[in-house]
């Protein structure tokens, strides 16, 4: 029996996936940044890592029959489908009070830096940095003078990313609430995670 969580704005999800299980990340309206993270749930200090996957990958986005890697360079999830333009950043930082106030932007009630933190309470995990999340639903490339530019999201509603988990993972998703670059087509709307 598949679960299904909505995730509203702002707020985040906590799942335990175990080895070989899949999992949808749902851009539910077609409007809504996700930043996701996933853990190995027997060793938290081995983490899905952005750099050592475009180091692995030689690439900035990830696409169907790719395995992400762990900061332990080991394999971690493997993406068994994409429904959208497959435009999923990962080169931004999660948001946070601070970037709020960087860009001179009101910040939300909860920012994904928080959301992360709080998700690693839950589950009795110790944070001491937040690592870079894969900003799932994201429209952000580098142009060819080495700047970087958000555009709105391409996703359209009911666009999913399926995953193949590779270890017995905990996985955090924060619906994120940024209005910053219209990242996620002006209002977030929510996303959903199946697993
Ligand atoms: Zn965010």
């Known amino acids: ?9 702002g707020n985040f999800c906590v799942a335990n996936i175990y080895k070989g299980q899949s999992l949808k990340v749902i851009s539910t309206f077609g409007n809504q940044v996700v930043d996701f993270w996933a853990l190995n749930s027997e060793n938290f200090n081995e983490i899905l890592s952005m750099s050592h996957s475009r180091s692995a990958l030689y690439k900035i986005w990830f696409e169907p029959n790719d395995i992400l890697v762990s900061n ?19 080169l931004h930082a999660a948001c946070s009070q601070g970037s709020y106030k ?15 933190n709080a998700a690693m309470e ?9 690592p870079s999340p894969w900003n799932l639903f994201e429209h952000a490339f580098v142009l060819d003078d080495g700047y970087l530019k ?14 193949e988990a590779l270890k017995n993972l905990i996985i955090i998703c924060s619906a994120c609430p ?18």
């Open 102 to 116: 960087f860009y001179g932007e009101p910040a939300p009630p909860s920012s994904c830096d928080e959301n992360y």
């Open 178 to 195: 940024s209005k910053v670059g219209s990242i996620s087509g002006f209002e977030p709307q929510g996303a959903t995670l199946e697993y």
């Open 122 to 130: 839950k589950i009795g995990a110790k944070s001491f940095a937040t």
């Open 72 to 90: 332990h360079f080991k394999p971690i999830l493997k993406v068994s489908s994409d429904t959208s333009q497959g435009c999923h950043d990962t």
């Open 150 to 163: 958000d555009k709105p999201t391409t996703a359209k509603p009911g666009d999913y990313v399926e995953l």
């Open 1 to 9: 029996m598949l679960k299904n969580l909505f995730i509203k704005p």
